[in-house]
C-alpha cells in the first residue's frame, strides 16, 4: 500500500511530501525522502522487550514489570529529572508534564543542548520570524550562520531555499543569493554566493561589525573582524541592504559557542537593523523534528519552554540553574527518565557518568547509546511510523504525524499514561 | 600538538543514529577531521589512531584529512566519543561549549572502542543488541 503526504519525524523541517510504501508492519519503499528519511523508515533496529539490568547482565521483562518499577523508581526519588521529549509528540509530551507535576520533578527538552540560548534571546528581544512559506515564496537572500543544513536538514535548501521555486521570484535558483557563515568550510558552504569564514568564537563581533556598517558606521570598522575582511563585511551588508525579503536561518555554531545567548541577541537586533531598510526576518534552524512542540508544549502548560522545575510546587524556571547538564554536573537528581532522546550520546561525559550512578529509565524505541547507562528500557512505537500526534515544524506550523500501520508497540502516550496513574494514586 | 575541538552534525552520523551500536555509527562518531598539514606534523595517515586529551577526559579516535578545516583545528560529529572529552560547564548558561573545546592530540596504536564499552568506562553496562 502507497501513502502519500507522509510527514517525515526526523528533523525539524518535518517534510510532509513523502510517498511511504508499506506492506504489513514493514516499510518498504520511501520517495522523496533524504538519506536520513530513508534511513528513518526503512530502518528496523527496534528493541524487542522491555530490558532490565540485573546486576551484570541484561534481562527481558514485560510492560507491566517496567511500568511499575519505573514508577517505583520515580515515587521513590527526591529530585527526579525527566529529559528529552523533542523525540516524540505532543500528546504524550504533555503527560510528561503532568507526570513532572505531580512528582515535584525538574522536566526538560533537548532545547538544553540545542536551541536553549536562542530561547534566552528571544525572551530578551523577541523573534522577527516567519513561515518557512514566506521563506520560499519571497526571499531573495538567504543567509545561513552557523549552520550547515546539507548534513543537517538535507531538505531545507530544496524546499525553501536555495533550489526551490518561489511564488515571486522569477527566476528562482538564479535571483536568491546565498550567504554562510560558519568557521570551517561545509558541504553548504561550497553551494553559497559568499562565504564567511570567521574565527572559532568571532561570531559575536563579526555580527556587531555588520550591524555597525547597517547603520551607516563604515569608517569605524576595522581592516580584520575575526578572520573577515572589512571588504567581505561591506559586501554582505550591502547584499543584505539591497535585498527585498532576506532570511537569516541560524546553527548550533552560534547557540553552541562563546557568547550562546548572547550571539542570538546579536543576531536578531542585526535583523532589526536590516528592516530599517528592507524586510528581514530570522529563525533557527531546530534539529529534532518536534523539539519546537516540546517548547510549544511545556510553555501552555508551565509557562516556561524547558528547564522546568517543580520542586517547589510551581514551576520555576532558572536556566543555568534548571537546566539538564547542570543538574547532572552537580550529582543534583537521584533519578532520571530519559523519553525520546539520548543524553548519554549528547551531553558530556560526566552527565553521562552520574546517569549511570542513579536509576535511569528510558522510554524509546531503539537502543542507543543511553541504554548502556541505563537500568531499564521501554520500547515503544516510532511517531509517524507506527504511532502518531501532533509535531511542530521548525517554524511553529504543527503537522498531525501519522500512524502507517498498526504495529506490535504501545507508544510513548500510552506508557507515560499508565506511570501516571500509578504515581498518581500513590500520592492520592 | 594543541588544536580546536569543533563538533556538529554530519549525515553519516545522522543516518546511523538508531543503530548506535553498529561499527557504521562508530566510525562516524569516533573519526576526527584534521587539516592534512596537521597530520604530517603529528605524523599520522589516514585512518590510523590518535589519542584525544582535554581537560575533561581522553579518548582514541580514527583520524581523516579535511582541506576545509584551517591548521590547528579539529572537528568531530556530535555523539559519545566527542563528549567524552567535552567539559560539563555551561557558565550558568545551561549549555557545554561543544563547539570550542581545546585538545592535545598524538598518535597511538590504542583501539577506539566500541560505544558500549566507552559507556562502560562511565559506569555503564554494555547492551549488545
Not at chain 1, 100 to 105: D, H, S
Not at chain 1, 303 to 311: I, L, S
Request: charged share 25%; proline share 6%; hydrophobic share 40%.
Amino acid at each position: 500500500m502507497k501513502i502519500e503526504d507522509v510527514v517525515c519525524s526526523f528533523c525539524g523541517c518535518l517534510c510532509d511530501d513523502l510517498v511511504v510504501e508499506v506492506d504489513g508492519k514493514k516499510v518498504v519503499n520511501v520517495e522523496n525522502g533524504c538519506t536520513l528519511a530513508n534511513e528513518k523508515f526503512m530502518g528496523d533496529h527496534r528493541l524487542e522487550t522491555p530490558i532490565r539490568r540485573t546486576g551484570n547482565g541484561w534481562e527481558k521483562i514485560s510492560y507491566e514489570e517496567a511500568i511499575a518499577e519505573t514508577a517505583a523508581i520515580l515515587l521513590d526519588a527526591d529530585r527526579p529529572l525527566l529529559y528529552g521529549w523533542s523525540g516524540t509528540f505532543g500528546e504524550a509530551q504533555s503527560v510528561g508534564v503532568h507526570l513532572a507535576e505531580i512528582l515535584g520533578a525538574v522536566i526538560d527538552n533537548t532545547s538544553t543542548v540545542c536551541h536553549g540560548p536562542s530561547i534566552l534571546a528571544i525572551q530578551e528581544v523577541g523573534h522577527p520570524g516567519c513561515t518557512l512559506g514566506q521563506v520560499r515564496n519571497r526571499a531573495d537572500v538567504v543567509v545561513y550562520w552557523g549552520a550547515n543544513p546539507i548534513d543537517a536538514h538535507p531538505r531545507h535548501m530544496s524546499r525553501y531555499t536555495t533550489y526551490c521555486d518561489g511564488f515571486f521570484l522569477k527566476d528562482a535558483f538564479k535571483d536568491r543569493k546565498v550567504i554562510v557563515v560558519d568557521v570551517r568550510e561545509t558541504e553548504s558552504s561550497n553551494v553559497a554566493d559568499e562565504f564567511v569564514r570567521v574565527n572559532p568564537g568571532g561570531d559575536y563581533a563579526v555580527l556587531s561589525a555588520l550591524r555597525a556598517i547597517v547603520r551607516g558606521k563604515r569608517d569605524i570598522i576595522p581592516p580584520n573582524v575575526e578572520g573577515v575582511s572589512r571588504e567581505q563585511l561591506f559586501r554582505v551588508a550591502d547584499i543584505c541592504i539591497a535585498a527585498k525579503f532576506g532570511a537569516i536561518f541560524f546553527g548550533l555554531g552560534l547557540t553552541m559557542s562563546p557568547g550562546k545567548n548572547k550571539n542570538i541577541r546579536n543576531a536578531i537586533e542585526l535583523t532589526q537593523e536590516l528592516s530599517r531598510h528592507t524586510k528581514f526576518t530570522i529563525s533557527p534552524m531546530r534539529g529534532h523534528w518536534n523539539v519546537y512542540g516540546s517548547n510549544e508544549v511545556f510553555t501552555w502548560i508551565t509557562g516556561y519552554p524547558y528547564a522546568v522545575d517543580f520542586a517547589r510546587g510551581i514551576a520555576f524556571y532558572n536556566p543555568g540553574e534548571t537546566t539538564s547538564v547542570d543538574i547532572l554536573r552537580r550529582g543534583e537528581c537521584d533519578a532520571c527518565l530519559v523519553v525520546a532522546s539520548d543524553p548519554g550520546a549528547h551531553f558530556p561525559r560526566a552527565c553521562a557518568e552520574h546517569l549511570a550512578r542513579i536509576p535511569t529509565v528510558q522510554i524509546d524505541p531503539h537502543v542507543n547509546v543511553t541504554t548502556h547507562l541505563a537500568r531499564i528500557q521501554i520500547p515503544v512505537g516510532v511517531a509517524g511510523i507506527d504511532a502518531e500526534g501532533t509535531a511542530y515544524r521548525m517554524d511553529g506550523v504543527p503537522l498531525r504525524t501519522r500512524r502507517l500501520y498498526k504495529g506490535d508497540y504501545p507508544d510513548d502516550q500510552e506508557v507515560l499514561r499508565k506511570i501516571y496513574e500509578i504515581v498518581r494514586e500513590a500520592k492520592g | 600538538m594543541r588544536f580546536l575541538l569543533n563538533t556538529g552534525r554530519t549525515i553519516a552520523q545522522g543516518s546511523f543514529v538508531e543503530r548506535k551500536n553498529s561499527p557504521s555509527y562508530r566510525m562516524a562518531a569516533a573519526t576526527i577531521c584534521m587539516n592534512p598539514v596537521d597530520m604530517l606534523e603529528i605524523l599520522v595517515e589516514e585512518g590510523e589512531h590518535v589519542r584525544v586529551s582535554s581537560d575533561a577526559g581522553v579518548v582514541v579516535m580514527k583520524v581523516i584529512p579535511d582541506q576545509g578545516l584551517p591548521r590547528g583545528r579539529v572537528f568531530v560529529s556530535l555523539g559519545p566519543y566527542a563528549n567524552h572529552i567535552v567539559s560539563a560547564e555551561t557558565h550558568g548558561t545551561g549549555m557545554p561549549d561543544f563547539k570550542l573545546t581545546p585538545v592535545s592530540i598524538e598518535p597511538t596504536k590504542d583501539p577506539v572502542m566500541p560505544v558500549g564499552s566507552l559507556m562502560g568506562l562511565c559506569g555503564g553496562l554494555p547492551y549488545e543488541d
